[in-house]
């Protein structure tokens, strides 16, 4: 069977399994563990696994592979390894990665809990994490240490401000001084952005986002080379209990059935709602790649080709004023998470990126008025009219 599928073939089928009983949707198999016939080839799998065998859930599962082998496809890598949740593949590809007094450069604009893992974590282990902005170049140029200097990572679009790395170029600088170039995809989608193309060696996503897509499950995964999967990651994950459980892989088999159509209407909502609150006297600024207003426009049509399904924009009146936008909305829900069916407000200064001191906050642009809007499934004319009536309130 030809394997040269397009994208939305791939989410539906590939890295299928059946059981005898030849079912249509995949099965969970719920186990923990895996009876062997004989003593004799217990020995022989703990030895060596061949093609289509598990020893143990905690290294592996057939519903489990079937969801790490369809990310895979998706993705362009050779292999994944799939975590108990999105900060469990940040954490386990960064940390199988390093040895103490190796060196990591990092873009500055990061999630709060990325920042934890790059500066309390791997500071503990004495790795050096030197950070820079994002956005340019010749400070990661600056930044990058040859043959000292061990990976380099980065959101390929930035939480919660939509500041975009140009993958390409970070890459072409730290595959010249030997360093490992890993990237938290999430906020690009693997729908939009193929960072494996422009460059990456392992991707990461929290699964918990676009592809569950309906606030289900917690979920993670790490993509990349055979040799970086099966060599370096999963030996560190399968021995601290990162992996993610089969249930949980059945769940996200599910959701990337829909995902490509999911993140396509989400993205065309994101420009809808980004169009009709440019401009707004209440706001500040409002921030989306996919307007011509957004400094990097041009780098987002070149890497993702689209905007994205995320939209921020800044309140005047600050954290009073946000606070009562929020209050006012009606569809829209006020969480923390995002690429949700549903969609989903946040003010980032005061619960995801809370922990931030004041500088870094104000650096990052983090301000007071700021608010992360992920947009969902609704109807886009309903969300325009739902964000208008809640800036009324301001």
């Known amino acids: 069977m030809s394997k040269d599928w397009k994208t939305r073939t791939t989410l539906v089928h590939e890295g299928s399994r059946r059981s005898q009983y030849g079912e249509m949707a995949e099965a969970i198999f719920l186990t923990q563990g895996f009876a062997y016939p004989t003593a004799e080839a217990a020995e022989a799998r703990f030895l060596k696994i061949e093609g289509d065998e598990f020893i143990y859930a905690r290294y592996g599962n057939p519903t489990t592979r079937m969801f790490e082998e369809r990310i895979a496809a998706l993705e362009g890598t050779e292999d994944a390894f799939a975590t108990a949740s999105g900060m469990a593949a940040v954490n386990g590809a960064l940390v199988s990665a390093l040895r103490a007094g190796d060196h990591v450069v990092s873009a500055r604009a990061l999630f709060g809990s990325c920042l934890y893992i790059l500066e309390e974590v791997l500071g503990r282990y004495g790795v050096e994490v030197t950070f820079v ?27 919660p401000t939509l500041e975009l ?69 999963e030996p560190y994950m399968k021995h601290t209990g990162g992996s993610m459980s089969p249930f949980t892989a059945w769940i996200m088999l599910n959701g990337m059935a829909t995902l490509d159509l999911r993140c396509r209407a989400m993205a065309d909502s994101a420009l809808t709602v980004a169009q009709a609150l440019e401009g707004d006297a209440r706001l500040s600024r409002v921030i989306f790649p996919g307007l ?17 399904t995320m939209v921020a924009f800044d309140i005047k009146g600050g954290k009073e004023a946000a606070f009562r936008f929020m209050n006012a909305l009606e569809i829209i829900k006020i969480s923390n998470n995002l690429g949700d069916a549903k969609s989903i407000a946040t003010h980032p200064a005061t619960t995801t990126h809370q922990r931030l001191p004041q500088d870094q906050k104000d650096l990052l642009g983090i301000t007071p008025g700021l608010i992360r809007f992920s947009v969902g499934l609704e109807d886009a004319g309903d969300l325009v009219a739902d964000l208008k009536n809640a800036l009324a309130a301001v």
């Open 133 to 159: 902005d994002g956005a340019d170049l010749d400070q990661w140029r600056a930044a990058v240490r040859p043959g000292v200097t061990k990976a380099v990572f980065f959101e390929s679009m930035s939480n």
């Open 165 to 233: 790395v140009d993958i390409r170029g970070v890459a072409d600088i730290a595959h010249a001084a030997g360093a490992l170039v890993i990237v938290d995809n999430v906020f690009s989608t693997p729908i939009f952005s193929r960072a494996v193309e422009l460059g990456a060696d392992a991707v990461i996503y929290s699964t918990t986002k676009h592809i569950d897509g309906q606030g289900r499950a917690l979920g993670g995964v790490i993509c990349g080379t055979t040799e970086f999967i099966r060599k370096t990651v």
């Open 292 to 308: 011509a207003s957004h400094p990097q426009h041009a780098l987002a049509m070149e890497q993702m080709g689209s905007g994205g």
